[in-house]
């Protein structure tokens, strides 16, 4: 195996690129470690991306927030800023495993890690977060729902890094949320999670809004139809119940330890139901 | 397969050390440094038994590589007691019988100074949550809350103390 740490994601691009092996980028390490021990994967090249200033900054652009790949968990906790933009996405992220995880873990590396119950992502893809991607033939950017495709697998092609993620400019009356559940307080994988994120028009009538679910399907899903069933009201008994059923609609879990598909079916609608008045208050509406 | 050669930081000694790339910092500190207070409890940075601080961040040095610590600064359980004087954490572990296999110990250290460094007056859920990513199957958790408990106490003495000292000199 070798150990590389380059300076520009270009360069880390082109080593990937030219791997002849098993090639796999290490920010946080907190998934990557664990699975190089326990034999699933067996790298000939890993590449520290840690080293990049690209990816090494939270920063506030005329885009939005722009948050580099190896930014860990308690940097994005410690950003003020941030925090009162997005809560739900910095609190989703902090909700990654323990402080120990936290001092390493991104939200890239969540991201592209493909879990369906990785914590961070429901929240971005509500967000409408977008990744940027550098690879041998360039940079493109991508909506954050379209890299994972599978559980464990992502759209990206060899030599392609995710260099940093932007959560989009933030209008007025806006707020997100998001909640998991697990069956005790923490340090747990979610059996269902639900991310909101809303904006509010004149009196409080909600006027864009997206829901995504995780644990719920192999990758996290946005459901338009929850979205369309909360557009236009004001979070009343009709459309919470409208909300309920486009997310259980939007479910097809698998029967495991954690959870069966009926228990995670209905716990999914329940979630997205609290997770939108949680967004709905932090928002301003009453 | 070749070596790594990496120049950097523990316990405030400049340090240098040859490993494999895919070693963990864990397997350094423990087998080419001889600093053996980290342990290895899963492996898997679950159990905190291995934590050790990297540029002030609480990490599970098992789920570190010891060739990303160029330049860094790490500290360790080893770099707790201030020469023969004992940091107060350590004291109240003593005091409180925080400990009974030992193995869990070093983890919560290291965990616990990471804590009051940034909080040296934490609640008890603060001081639960901080300490959540350690386990102990020995004592149970009450004592340990305890000890770290007191321990911000005497800190926040010490840190009175000497700004108190520091004040009158400079008058």
Known sequence: ?286 | MSGVHVSTTVNGDATEYVCHPGETLLDVLRNRLGLTGAKEGCGTGDCGACSVTVDGSLVCSCLVLGAEMEGREVNTVEGLADGGTLHPLQDKFIEHAALQCGICTPGFLVAAKALLDRNPDPTEQEIRYALAGNLCRCTGYDKIVHAVDAAAKEVRKQQKAAKKASGKKRR
Do not use: H
């Open chain 1, 1 to 286: 195996m070798r150990y590389e740490s380059p300076t520009t994601t270009r360069e880390a691009a082109a080593l990937l690129a030219k791997a002849k092996g098993k090639a796999f980028v290490l920010a946080g390490g907190t998934d990557l470690l664990v699975r190089m021990k326990s034999g699933l994967i067996d790298p000939e090249l890993i590449v520290d991306i840690k080293r990049i200033p690209a990816t090494q900054s939270i920063t506030k652009t005329a885009a939005g927030f722009r948050i580099g790949a190896s930014v860990p968990g308690t940097q994005v906790g410690a950003s003020a800023a941030l925090k009162k933009a997005w809560p739900g996405v910095v609190e989703a992220t902090n909700l990654i495993g323990s402080d120990q995880v936290q001092g390493r873990c991104t939200m890239v590396g969540n991201l592209c890690n493909a879990s369906p119950a990785a914590d961070s992502v429901p929240a971005l893809v509500a967000a409408g977060a977008k990744v940027a991607i550098v690879g041998p033939q360039g940079r493109r950017t991508l909506a954050v729902e379209k890299v994972v495709v599978g559980p464990g697998k992502t759209s990206l092609t060899k030599g392609e890094i995710v260099e940093s993620i932007t959560l989009p400019k933030r209008p007025p009356k806006s707020g997100d949320a998001y909640l998991r559940l697990i069956p005790r307080t923490e340090m747990d994988i979610a059996v269902v999670s639900a991310g909101v994120s809303l904006t509010l028009g004149p009196k409080g009538v909600i006027k864009a809004a997206r829901v995504a679910l995780g644990a719920v399907a192999p990758t996290v899903v946005l459901v338009p139809d929850a979205a369309k069933a909360i557009i236009g009201s004001k979070l009343g008994p009709e459309a919470l119940a409208e909300l309920t059923a486009a997310c259980e609609a939007a479910c097809n879990p698998i029967d495991d330890k954690r959870g069966t598909v009926e228990y995670r079916t209905e716990v999914a609608g329940v979630l997205a139901r609290r997770a939108a008045k949680i967004a709905y208050e932090r928002a301003g509406g009453k």
